[in-house]
């Protein structure tokens, strides 16, 4: 292992990954990511567009349900490509060995949906867009979750339970388990 250790608890927010106010970022990602993806066509452009200039809009139709399901799944894919480490084979004098940089995900057992359409949205689930991260642009293993459950967090109290945690850990983790929900 390379670098410094990552800390055993880490939070983060993607702030440029929204799928309204930054849904440029998050169409440019999943160009990036998933080509085959993409609908490359001038709706899904205007649609961008439109949930840009105003945030406040939601979907009208399946058309519109999909782009946003797309949205989604490029920002939790980019998300986790930032935060998960790197792994790659180096030749040595003793044979080859793996060298890991940055946080190993692959045993990640659940990954959480809080706020807006990833706590929201039944039936969304970004496990496809996230077992199919592979290497990254230099060929190095991305050590994004393998497995696990996506479950939802409706009520959004997940960013105020982090909060209370560190004086109050035992009812933070009591109450965040009851208020979680299936992904799908």
Same mark, same amino acid.
């Given at each position: &292992?390379?670098?410094?250790?990552?800390? &055993?608890?880490?939070?983060?927010?993607?702030?440029? !990954?929204?799928?309204?106010? %930054?849904?440029?970022?998050?169409?440019?990602? $999943?160009?990036?990511?998933?080509? %085959?993806?993409?609908?490359?066509? =001038?709706?899904?452009d205007r649609y961008v567009s439109k949930v840009t200039a105003a945030p406040?809009? !939601?979907?009208? +139709?399946?058309?519109?349900?999909?782009?946003?399901?797309?949205?989604?799944?490029?920002?939790?894919?980019?998300? !986790?490509?930032?935060? *998960?480490?790197?792994?790659?084979?180096?030749?040595?004098?003793?044979? @080859?060995?793996?060298?890991?940089?940055? &946080?190993?995900?692959?045993?990640?057992?659940?990954?959480?949906?809080?706020?807006?359409? /990833?706590?929201?949205? @039944?039936?969304?689930?970004?496990?496809?867009?996230?077992?199919? /991260?592979?290497?990254?642009a230099q060929g190095k293993r991305i050590l994004a979750p393998r497995g696990?459950?996506?479950?939802?967090?409706?009520?959004? /109290?997940?960013?105020? @339970? =982090? +909060?209370? =945690?560190?004086?109050?850990?035992?009812?933070?983790?009591?109450?965040? /388990?009851? %208020? $979680?929900? *299936?992904? %799908?």
């Open positions: &292992r390379r670098g410094l250790p990552e800390p &055993r608890i880490k939070r983060t927010v993607e702030g440029d !990954l929204g799928m309204r106010v %930054s849904a440029r970022a998050a169409a440019e990602a $999943l160009r990036a990511l998933a080509p %085959s993806d993409d609908p490359a066509d =001038a709706e899904f406040e809009t !939601l979907p009208n +139709n399946p058309e519109e349900i999909h782009y946003d399901t797309l949205l989604a799944r490029a920002s939790i894919a980019t998300s !986790l490509m930032r935060h *998960a480490g790197r792994a790659h084979e180096v030749c040595t004098a003793d044979g @080859l060995v793996t060298m890991q940089t940055g &946080r190993d995900l692959t045993r990640v057992s659940q990954i959480i949906g809080t706020g807006g359409y /990833l706590a929201n949205t @039944l039936g969304f689930n970004p496990s496809g867009s996230i077992y199919r /991260l592979g290497a990254d696990g459950q996506y479950r939802r967090d409706p009520d959004y /109290l997940f960013p105020l @339970l =982090a +909060n209370i =945690a560190k004086g109050h850990p035992a009812a933070a983790v009591q109450k965040g /388990l009851q %208020s $979680l929900t *299936a992904g %799908s």
